[in-house]
């Protein structure tokens, strides 16, 4: 099983950060769906799916959450806090937030919420991340999957994956437009520019006690830069 975070260092800030980025995540998908612009090809999967079933948005992405979810169980992943949290927050929220925005906005706004939706995606995703309490669903699959199977490459099997829902979902009757390109273009750069800034520090070392015979501690250390293995596993 792979190791998760913990809630032994800085438990105030990790969970506020958490549930901070993944209100936000709710957020920002909503914004994208009001934009009637199109989605990325996850959340399209989802659209076309509550299309076909006559569920909620929210309803479906925590039904495929969860689904996905079971699939790492032949994974040998094991989630974090983060991981169940992502399941259940995010729809709900999604689906609040889709009820509060109106539809039918004009050309300029509705560029402007799917802008603001890709980049509050970026940001949230820093977030969520960042507390290093375990990834979302979807991203712990691929990246359980390359763990498995290491002679794969983490972004051909994302791009397999996220193709084939995108497809599936297109043929479902989800959105595909010039959203779902810019989201593509954009979501990258934004996450690698997000993460860094909100990821919290490795806890600190607990310092190796003296033994009380009097007798000098030994003199032999860990390398500097040494890490324990724990302090990022759930960013993968």
Known sequence: MAPIGNLRHRPGRRLTQLYAGLVLYGVSMAMMIRSGLGLDPWDVFHQGLS???GLSFGTVTIAVG???LLL???LRQRPGLG???NVVVIGLVVDATVALLPAGWPLPARIALLLGGIVANGAATGLYLGARLGPGPRDGLM???VARRPGRSVRLVRTVIEVT???LGWLLGGTVGVGTVAYALGIGPLAQFFIPRFAL???????PTAPRTGSPAPVSTPPCGAASGSGHAELR
């Open 51 to 53: 299309r076909q079933t």
């Open 66 to 68: 969860a689904l996905v």
């Open 72 to 74: 790492w169980i032949p």
């Open 83 to 85: 991981t169940v949290s």
């Open 143 to 145: 990246t359980g999957y």
């Open 165 to 167: 829902v995108l497809a």
């Open 201 to 207: 520090p490795d806890p600190p070392a607990t310092a």
